[in-house]
């Protein structure tokens, strides 16, 4: 099994921290991994993606120029990523960030309304955490106790408090997600 991922949005969007706890929840299951994130100066605003590849086996390079799974939470990264998805791959957009419709029929494409739900759910905060619920029940790479580990991981001790609403969070984003 290796998944090779790439996750993009604008800053503040939790790309990176989705990406660490993803990568983190791999090294709790024993699994080779690789986080190679990337921003521009801006950091909130701006844009910013994440690699993470999950494997089995060994990582030859955390450089890529396709990906397995894309995750793509606004218009900007739509433009620069869909174009590589690997033919066969899955794409995941989250509905409010995207303007034009995906133009491939080659890759399997999943629609979640993160933004919309986060909103309606008061849960501003745990957006990231119900995209990672979606593609956890489109790709079940790593189990939601590993993701919990990791995200406790990942969280300073003064949050922990909202480990469970996390949890929620990526639930309902593994109700939600539909294939389009």
């Known amino acids: 099994m ?3 991922i790439i996750i993009a949005g604008f800053g503040g969007q939790g790309v990176l921290s989705m990406g660490k706890i993803l990568a983190y929840s791999g090294l709790m299951e024993g699994k080779e991994v690789s986080w190679m994130p990337s921003y521009g100066p801006e950091q909130r605003g701006g844009t910013a993606n994440v690699t993470v590849i999950i494997s089995d086996d060994r990582i030859s390079s ?3 120029n396709e ?5 793509i939470l ?5 433009d620069k990523f869909e ?3 690997k033919k066969g791959g899955i794409l995941i957009y989250d509905g409010y960030g995207i303007h034009k419709p995906v133009g491939r029929t080659d890759v399997d494409v999943y629609r979640i309304n993160a933004m919309d739900t986060a909103a309606e759910l008061n849960m501003a905060k745990t957006f990231n955490m ?4 979606g593609l956890l029940k489109i790709a079940p790479m790593v189990t939601l106790e590993s993701v919990m580990k990791g995200l406790k991981k990942t969280l300073p001790e003064r949050h922990y408090n909202l480990l469970p ?8 984003g593994m109700d939600i997600i539909q294939k389009v």
Do not use: C, F, T
Request: hydrophobic share 40%; aromatic share 4%; proline share 6%.
């Open 2 to 4: 290796k998944h090779e």
């Open 62 to 64: 955390p450089i890529l």
């Open 67 to 71: 990906y397995d799974i894309a995750i």
């Open 74 to 78: 606004n218009q900007p990264s739509m």
């Open 83 to 85: 174009s590589k998805v």
């Open 130 to 133: 119900i995209v990672l619920g």
């Open 165 to 172: 609403a996390n949890e929620e969070a990526i639930r309902k």
